[in-house]
């Protein structure tokens, strides 16, 4: 990629504030606890009862984990009150819009060539100021380029926080009314439930004993495997084409690193025989879990049917499990569980092997005890929590994070100008 701006040793475009760094101990940190992130070569590490620095500051990771998976430096942009340790230096630009677009420029950069040290990697100093930055003369396009690369990811940190709301809604609710009983409590002390009434009275007013421990009165217990059962897929499809095969039998596959990011918008395709096809196909009654290599670290994935048919038909690799349940409102209830159950700790006690984590779908199934409601308390609850997952598996954050991905390098070597660009901040 030819750069058509022209480039800058680092040291002569960012003002280097790495003298007023202050390491504290572990056990210093601890005596002064408070409310200012405490930051090193990577991120926060704790939070400290004062502060160095102010305002916008470009943090480079000095020692440790220099270089990401991608060879790039190791960054963060950080702004506010904080401390910094001396294992990232800490950069200024000449205006918080030159020291955003540091942080773009730098991102583009291979830092192996500037490293140094056998045992443990080094970015030093000296080394630092070397790097040759991209950099346009004129400041209008500097700051054009930092607004429109900081905007999609202001609003892809936006998705997130929202994200986190809704998926925290699902969550509150599934509690309230499975695991607190919070209706029913409230019905059964006289209390209005704080529900419309058609579905407060889905509730009884009272409680029975059963081996689960107290339970709303009509309700049924029972284990995860009385929502669903564990599928067996057949053969994993091939890459190319064979002899025979047809459109319709090339389907995108769900392996476990699409699962462990909660998408499937880049699942690759692959061609399926028509027997392994019917096998591994999934619809609105099933979910995912990982399997093994990542155990049960994926979560647990919903398969919606408005996103399959945003999709196409989706099949699923042998790292996964497929646990297909008797309806849609059941796939959503048992993943409420299975997200408990990992949240706490608990789907450990289902997983064996010891170089390779196996999560046994069997165990877990049979061996977990849940209270069963009636289906028309199950059917109100899908019915509220479906639209939140629905708009958490949209995928647009992962189109604007790869759109950022995309613009970045272009934008910053000046192969793609900022007038080119000026459409996309209107559409996202």
């Known amino acids: 990629m030819a750069n058509e701006w022209p480039q800058k040793p680092l040291g002569s475009l960012a003002t280097n504030f790495d003298a007023r760094r202050v390491p504290l101990s572990s056990r210093e940190r601890e005596k002064r606890r408070g409310c200012y992130p405490y930051f090193g070569a990577t991120g926060v590490m704790d939070n400290v009862d004062d502060f160095l620095f102010e305002g916008l500051h470009l943090l480079v990771a000095e020692d440790g984990s220099v270089e990401t998976d991608d060879g790039k430096p190791f960054l963060q942009l950080v702004d506010g009150k904080f401390w910094v340790n001396n294992h990232a230096h800490v950069l200024r630009g000449v205006t918080d819009a030159d020291t955003r677009f540091l942080y773009y420029a730098l ?31 004129m400041e209008k396009i500097r700051v054009a380029i930092a607004h429109i690369l900081g905007t999609l990811d202001d609003k892809v940190a936006l998705n997130r926080r ?134 049960p670290t994926g979560r647990p994935l919903w398969m919606c049917d408005d996103l399959l048919q945003a999709l196409g038909p989706c099949v699923y690799s042998n790292f996964c499990k497929r646990i297909r349940c008797g309806t849609a409102a059941k796939a959503v209830y048992l993943d409420a569980w299975l997200h408990g159950m990992r949240a ?85």
């Not at 209706?183 to 059963?210: C, M, Q, T």
Request: aromatic content about 8%.
């Open 162 to 295: 929202m994200n986190e709301t809704l998926e925290g809604i699902a969550r509150a609710l599934f509690k309230s009314w499975f695991v607190n009983f919070d209706p029913v409590r409230a019905k059964a002390e006289g209390r209005d439930p704080s529900l419309p009434k058609e579905i407060a009275d889905l509730f009884p007013d009272s409680f029975e004993d059963s081996e689960l421990g107290e339970i709303p009165k009509g309700w049924g217990g029972g284990t995860l495997g009385m929502l669903g059962e564990l599928a067996i897929g057949g053969d994993w499809g091939e890459d190319e084409a064979f002899a025979g095969a047809v459109e319709a039998s090339c389907l995108r596959g769900v392996d476990l690193e699409h699962l462990r990011q909660s998408g499937h918008a880049s699942a690759p395709r692959r061609w399926f025989k028509p027997s392994s096809l019917e096998r591994r196909a999934m619809d609105d009654r099933d979910v995912l879990v990982a399997g093994s290599g990542a155990g």
């Open 344 to 428: 706490s700790g608990e789907i450990w006690e289902h997983v064996n092997g010891t170089s390779v984590p196996n999560l046994d779908a069997n165990s877990l199934l049979a061996g977990k005890e849940i209270p069963l409601p009636p289906v028309p308390v199950l059917d109100r609850y899908h019915d509220f929590v479906r639209p939140i997952w629905q708009e958490l598996y949209a995928g647009q954050n992962r189109t604007l994070a790869a759109l950022r991905d995309a613009l970045l390098p272009k934008l910053i070597s000046g192969e793609l100008r900022v007038k080119d660009t000026e459409r996309i901040l209107e559409i996202v």
């Open 107 to 137: 991102s583009t950069i291979a830092i192996r060539p500037f490293m140094s040290g056998s045992v443990q990697a080094k970015l030093s100093q000296a080394n630092l100021n070397k790097i040759p930055v991209p950099y346009p003369p």
